[in-house]
């Protein structure tokens, strides 16, 4: 029989008696394990029954029954009326000091992020930088989309990669029509921040499971729209057509630069730590030879340029300043020119100003600097907010966050929520930062699913439109073509959210981003392996394909997406109407099971994490009694009785072991 968990027990409770079989003797209501149970009459040879079977695993409390449900809330501790005065000051100043603590630890946070930033440009930024070189692949709108995915996630700043194609485009490498495809990329690139925060969630399978839907909802709407608008883009150029005519209509001027409201507060830590001279990347991408050879890190934070008179080198007399100041020297002719100069005023005042390492040597060291404050800080804040949200104080967020207007009116509550994402993004201008910090909310259940996909929607539109502004504040030559890559960046975001927001059916990110979570919480490596596949390896192989030829790329790709559009469809099928595919086709069976299960995958990583975990740690003593007493083949026991219990959250499968009726077994299991 198989171990399942029945509902509804608690701890120190039996299992519910057995319900009476048709044409047994016993009272109404009553089993036939407690008929026979009953004690023997005096002076007959009947022989007392089983007591009723009970199981001696102890039992935690019940999940919910909707696991994605916020959790529920207990009032805890002492009511504040029946406080003295001083247990109340006590209180308050507890109350301070976590308050001031999470706000210490928030900022870090953003201050984290802002060097993981750094340090992945360090890392990949002239990487990124020769990507965009390729002018040739960049016409393929499916290789743009896979370079603008590349360089983003290479970079972790969607601002970043956005300038340089604003640079390129500005200074006639590329067309605005070829820029909309990266654009589009940079949109899904710039979602992987906050899926790698949510792996800090895993030790919790439950709030795992919330945290990483919550976050990777934001990837599933991303891929959607650029699915579905970028063939629309490409055949018809919407986009492109729409920006023009609004950026035509207008009589432009460049203003001011874009507020940096949040940059304010963190710049001056940040800079401490790490300066980078981000005109190097774009230099690449322009073609410079000679940025090949700058380093990133700033050195001179105060620079003049002025223009001075030099001796200059030219291929022949015809290319002299004039007649007069042209002389030959043996071999080369001499001129005098006008040339500009950067005199170097005062030096930055970060840790790597001096630093004889490598690019890639400092940007590896800010990387597990900046991953071990993102990790430690998002543990902190996590303990934190749990402490912090309980009672009275937990129900009014929750219930304010979560809660929909009356009717008529609940259908406002997530447009309500689409503008506070904006504001919110617009105030921290960075929608990574922004969604990066709703995460732990979710994990925790403070926010709902359903409330934190307006939001993260909200955030995507908060984006765009700082990125208006900063076109605003662009040069005059260069301020029509920035203000209609931002422009165009703002519509694809606004038709993505009217294709899979205001009807409720079309919400699929939801149920996406649901099915995902509840596969990582099972199966927790396969986080890492989305992360990998989807936003690394697709991207690398399409890129090659892009590559070797648009003929290449559709003869491989157009097979692979109608196979996956069928296997979509059958799945489909076999969940509504099975009825109507061939009895093969109603299940994946037929199939080899590593075909349709991640059951072996998870027993080739687990295996995998056994040897490695041998291999390191073997050494250690208590390693060393494991492997001796599974060598003598020791196995744990576990004695249960029949109809018996396990715990509700382990969700591994167990062996189904035969179990004789009326009789106590031992079953043995392997650890």
């Known amino acids: 029989m198989r171990l399942n968990a029945r509902p509804g027990l608690g701890d120190g409770q039996t299992m519910a008696p057995r319900p009476e079989l048709d044409g047994s003797q016993g009272s109404p209501g009553t089993s036939e394990l407690e008929t026979n ?47 003295s005065a001083a247990q109340k000051v006590v209180r308050v100043l507890t109350a301070v000091l976590k308050l001031a603590l999470l706000l210490g630890f928030l900022y870090v946070f953003v201050c984290s992020l802002d060097i993981l930033s750094s340090a992945f440009q360090l890392v990949g930024g002239k990487a990124a930088g020769d990507i965009f070189k390729d002018n040739v692949v960049l016409a393929n709108p499916v290789a743009g989309l896979v370079i603008g995915i590349l360089v983003t996630v290479l970079v972790q700043s969607s601002s970043t990669s956005s300038s340089i194609v604003v640079s390129m485009v500005s200074s006639g490498l590329m067309g605005v029509r070829s820029a909309i495809p990266v654009i589009m990329g940079t949109n899904i690139g710039t979602s992987v ?53 609004i950026v035509e209509s207008f009589d432009l001027k460049s203003g001011e630069d874009a507020p940096d409201m949040l940059k304010v507060i963190t710049d001056d830590f940040t800079k401490l730590i790490i300066q980078l001279d981000k005109s190097v990347i774009n230099d690449i991408a322009m073609g410079d030879p000679a940025a090949a050879n700058k380093s990133l890190i700033k050195e001179w934070c105060k620079t003049v340029t002025q223009m001075v008179e030099k001796n200059v080198t030219v291929s022949s007399e015809y290319n002299c300043t004039s ?39 400092v940007g590896l060291i800010l990387l597990a600097a900046s991953l071990i404050a993102l990790c430690t800080c998002l543990i902190l804040i996590v303990k934190l907010l749990n402490s912090m949200l309980k009672g009275q104080v937990a129900a009014v967020i929750k219930k304010v966050i979560n809660t929909d207007f009356k009717f008529p009116f609940g259908w406002l509550t997530g447009y309500i929520a689409l503008a506070v994402g904006a504001g919110m993004t617009f105030i921290v201008q960075s ?26 929607l909200g955030s995507n539109i908060g984006t765009t439109t700082t990125a208006i502004i900063a076109a605003l504040a662009s040069p005059g030559e260069t301020l029509a073509n920035s203000l209609q890559i931002a422009l165009c960046h703002f519509f694809f975001n606004i038709s993505g959210i009217l294709i899979w927001y205001p009807i409720p059916f079309m919400r699929i990110p939801i149920r996406l981003a649901k099915a995902l979570g509840t596969c990582t919480s099972m199966y927790r490596w396969f986080a890492v392996a989305y992360l990998i596949i989807c936003f690394l390896l697709i991207p690398l192989i399409i890129l090659g394909l892009s590559m070797a030829g648009w003929q290449v790329l559709a003869g491989v790709g157009i097979p692979i997406l109608m196979m996956i559009i069928i296997i979509i469809v059958i799945n489909l099928m076999q969940t509504k109407c099975p009825r109507f595919l061939p009895k093969t086709l109603q299940t994946w069976d037929f199939l080899p099971i590593w075909m349709h299960s991640l059951k072996p995958w998870d027993r080739i990583v687990q295996h995998a994490t056994i040897c490695c975990s041998t291999q390191c740690f073997g050494k250690c003593k208590c390693c060393k009694t494991g492997v ?8 744990q026991t576990l004695e249960v009785y029949e109809n018996p219990v396990i715990l509700e959250n382990e969700k591994q499968d167990i062996t189904t072991f035969p179990v004789m009726e009326n009789e106590t077994k031992n079953f043995s299991t392997n650890i």
């Open 431 to 456: 929608s990574s930062i922004f969604t990066s910090a709703l995460t732990p909310l979710v994990g925790i259940g403070v926010i709902t699913i359903e409330r934190v996909y307006p939001l993260t």
């Open 628 to 635: 001796k007493s599974s060598d003598r083949g020791e196995k």
């Open 37 to 83: 149970a009953k004690p023997a009459v005096s002076g007959t040879n009947e022989k007392p029954g089983l007591l009723p079977a009970s199981s001696t695993i102890a039992l935690v409390g019940n999940e919910p029954e909707d696991p994605w449900a916020v959790s529920k809330l207990e009032v805890a501790g002492v009511k504040w009326s029946e406080l």
């Open 323 to 361: 007649p007069e100041f042209c002389w030959s020297d043996n071999n080369h002719t001499w001129t005098l020119k006008n040339v500009s100069e950067t005199i170097n005023l005062e030096k930055c005042h970060h840790l790597f100003v001096n630093t004889t390492l490598s690019d890639l040597g």
């Open 193 to 245: 921040t906050n899926t790698i925060v949510a792996l800090m969630q895993s030790g919790d399978r439950t709030e795992f499971r919330r945290a990483f839907a919550g976050a990777t909802v934001h990837d599933f709407f991303n891929w959607l729209s650029v699915l579905v608008l970028l063939p629309i883009e490409a055949a018809s150029g919407y986009l492109y057509h729409l920006s023009r005519v």
